[in-house]
């Protein structure tokens, strides 16, 4: 019998998902929860050697948070580790193969079953960025609502007309063989479909710098609404300028011991933001770029280089917390598609791709706003351009 143990806060936006993507797996676990038992926060990071919520233990292997999990599962690794039988390749045809499942991935499913089409949605998890968004108060007709709240009404509406969903892979590859559009997963699963749409979102921009990946869950991080209170006390520095950075900076200032906020440049989030940083205890440097993080089993200090002058600038800090945008998650299909410098597929007013039967919809276009309103509407509209496409093959 194996013992998966999952600790968590009650806040955490990740501890969630991993606990969905265990649950869509049928398994059983023990949840540790840490919100307020100190002695149980001390003895994960004691037995995972890591600050950052979920940690995830499978017979007492350390396997790591939430990334780590949707990785190892995306490539059968953990079916293995349990001893759970592979599943058999999938041999339909789909009308509508959707890579996504965030808003734009299970509206365009949606709109796509009541069309009568055959549906599969391939993604690493269910909600996407909504997923991990505490409050959404700009969809209409929902004045508030947190954004795991949200997904679960999108994805009991998108379910309720039978479509067919693999959760928990990742897409590495797109191709094209005569007219099926074939999705490749890291497990090695193919499906098909007759025409595909791409969903995909975005994930989190990473610096890219020595010490970022080395040094990740280990004083590194990357959402403060989930790790922030595991830094209660400690020196830490946000790096961004934009409204996560703004609101992590906020965020901290009533938990750490002493917050520096870094940017390239001027900031770009909402003037309200700014006035509150402005207004808060936190330390201001702009003009900087980030260039080391230092520290072998904890974070130690980041070094900073002056973009006036090229000096470098030393920080003692005990935590980096990374908020510095978004990128779209389409390097599956760069090889096929037209895609500006940031990743986005580029898409036509119908959001066909240069491929005809492709279609990408929400935060992976070239769409100039990102909305969740706005990947919802994309995810029907590709769905309808879809239907039109297939209606109109001979």
């Known amino acids: 019998m194996n013992k998966i143990e999952i600790y968590s806060k009650s806040w955490c936006p990740y501890c969630n998902k991993a606990k969905a993507l265990l649950k869509s797996k049928d398994l059983d676990y023990k949840e540790i929860d840490t919100t307020h038992d100190e002695a149980l926060e001390r ?4 037995r995972s050697q890591r600050q950052t ?7 007492d292997e350390s396997i790591g948070g939430y990334d780590d999990l949707a ?7 953990l079916d293995r580790k349990l001893g759970i039988a592979e599943t058999t390749e999938l041999q339909q045809v789909f009308d509508v193969v959707i890579v996504g499942a965030g808003p734009a991935g299970l509206s365009a499913a ?15 998890d269910i909600g996407g960025q909504l997923g991990t968004t505490a409050e959404v108060e700009n969809y209409p007709g929902m004045a508030s609502v947190t954004g795991p709240a949200l997904v679960s009404q999108f994805e009991e509406h998108a379910d309720s007309y039978g479509i067919t969903k693999l959760i928990g892979e990742r897409v590495t590859g797109l191709s094209v063989k005569d007219r099926c559009r074939i999705v490749s997963t890291a497990s090695g699963k193919e499906i098909h479909g007759r025409t595909a749409i791409l969903a995909s979102g975005a994930d989190k921009r990473k610096l890219d710098i020595p010490g ?9 991080v990357y959402c403060a609404t989930c790790d922030g209170p595991l830094f209660k006390g400690k020196r830490v520095a946000i790096v961004g300028g934009g409204n996560s950075a703004l609101e992590a900076a906020i965020e901290m200032t009533g938990m ?13 989030g909402d003037d309200i933001l700014q006035d509150k940083v ?11 770029d980030p260039s080391e993080i230092h520290g072998k089993e904890r974070v130690t200090g980041l070094t900073l280089v002056n973009r006036a002058d090229g000096s470098d600038r030393h920080l ?10 978004l990128a779209a998650s389409s390097d599956y299909a760069l090889d096929l598609l037209e895609a500006n410098q940031r990743g986005e597929i580029h898409v036509d007013r119908d959001l066909e791709t240069g491929m005809r039967g492709v279609f990408a919809a929400g935060d992976v276009n070239d769409g100039r706003d990102k909305q969740v309103v706005i990947a919802a509407a994309d995810g029907a509209k590709a769905a309808l351009a879809a239907f039109n496409y297939l209606v109109h093959q001979v």
């Not at 003895?43 to 004691?46: A, L, R």
């Not at 919520?53 to 017979?59: G, H, L, M, S």
């Not at 970022?212 to 590194?220: C, S």
């Not at 003692?316 to 510095?324: A, N, R």
């Open 43 to 46: 003895q994960m990071v004691e």
């Open 53 to 59: 919520v979920p940690q995830i233990f499978i017979n």
């Open 71 to 77: 990785q190892i599962n995306a490539t059968g690794e």
């Open 110 to 124: 949606l709109y796509a079953a009541r069309k009568n089409l055959s549906v599969a949605v391939v993604s690493l």
């Open 212 to 220: 970022e990946k080395a040094l990740a869950g280990k004083g590194v």
């Open 256 to 268: 750490a011991s002493q917050v520096t906020l870094v940017s390239r440049g001027d900031w770009s």
């Open 278 to 288: 402005n207004a808060s205890t936190v330390k201001v440097l702009k003009g900087f």
């Open 316 to 325: 003692d800090l005990d935590g980096v917390f990374i908020e510095i945008g």
